[in-house]
């Protein structure tokens, strides 16, 4: 009778802890686990926890370990150019799809659907020239509400494409953009409220080149041949061949074993033995990733997010979180035809860079300077906004995203000094790419300290680890109400967002 008892405090008591532990981190696992669920290849167990200091069991982020690809080597594909619906002296007109289709990635024929812009997945480049007014016709063939966000464009907010507008399936809507910052890589991607992630998983995500005259001159410049994009992406495919978005989320960042470049999967790209520039994209939905070549090369990084850096920055490796930007320049002038040189994130190759032939005088990089620069004054700190929590309780200065609630307002013209904290929790926390709409920004310190020379330049997403506190100047300069959120964006979907008025 006594050992009864005792039994059932004991029992009592487990399922009271099993309990606790399902209420504090439940929304952290990814359920794959807790179903024992082995419908994908590749589940590396708790694996590789990159960015947060989590130990042990219950962590945060990414659980899933990228993997090296077994499919044989493809062409890299290169997004088309976007050509002009028409131009007039100080217009262009293009008109922008998003659409449903299928895209096959893998050599045993196995289709996926997909969504894509003007096609079946991600999106063509459009270029956007400095000092034009560029009209795009935004074009929604899905079967939901979407919307059409220029990320890092310094535009007014009604043209910003935000949750706030909307376009519903069938419908049409007209944008107006006056290209008024520098050239620079910058791009595309839905932002419904509810269904960004979503999205942007199965496939909807476009290139922006603000392009201006002369500031090209010594900078290899011939898309798709001496100046590449490359879009990253990690992708969790179910054994059929497609993404399965709901059975793949995860809460706290939804994360794949399978890199993806410009759409496909083992990329190869033929190259000269000259100057390559390539724009790193990280349109992941929340893997942070650290690019590198094979041989451990060098490279140099000219751009960040907005535009050129104040000088050339000599690197053996890049770190890029979600919708950070990159420009490098790779010399394969020293290489032998026929060398293969991989790039890849997080050490797994992403695309395989092959050596062909003519050897082409190396660019000269003297007189590469940024166009223009922000006046920083002081950098006493204006205001300080918190980033906390994990999983589905994510909070900016404690609060979660409320479409009816004006989180900071400020005037039109003002350079403000923000400082940005990502408050550590229990489990150490995880990294939080922080993105203010609208702007271009400067990052003036991390931790005290001046940032690295790569990130001296203009940015509009900082990745601000745990416990870390970075200070950003920003001017701001287009009117309207403006997202400020974690591009990490299933955080995003799970209210890590708050809105910025900037009033006349
Ligand atoms: Cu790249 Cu609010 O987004
Ligand atoms: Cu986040």
Redesign the pocket.
Known sequence: MESKIKWYILGGFTVGILLILILLFGTNLNHRFMMGDNSTGNMNGMGNMHGNGGNGMMRHGANIDLATSSEPPKPLPIPPELKPDRETEGAVYYTVRAEQGETQFFANGKRTPTLGYNGNLLGPMIKLPKGKTVYIDTVNRLAEPTTF?W??LKIPSKEDG?PHQPVKQGEQRRVRLDIEQEAATL?F?P?PMGS?AKQVYQGLAGLLYVTEEGSEIDLPHEYGVDDIPIIVQDRLFERDGTLNYDNSMNADGTVGDTLIANGAINTEFDVERSLMRVRLVNGSNARNFEFSLSGGETFTQIASDGGLLEEPVSLDRVALSP?ERAEILIDFSKNEVGDEIELQANGIPVNTFVIKGLEKSAADLEGLKEKSSLNRKSSEVDRRLTLFGMGNMVTIDGKRFDPDRIDIEVKRGVTEVWEIYNEKDMMGGMTHPF?I?GVQFRILERDGKVPSANEKGWK??VAVTPGERVKIAIEFNEEGTF???C?NLEH?ENGM?GQLKVTP
């Open positions: 966000h990320h890092g935000g791009w991607h932002h960004t919708g993105h709409h509009d997403t997202m400020y959120h591009h995003e967002m």
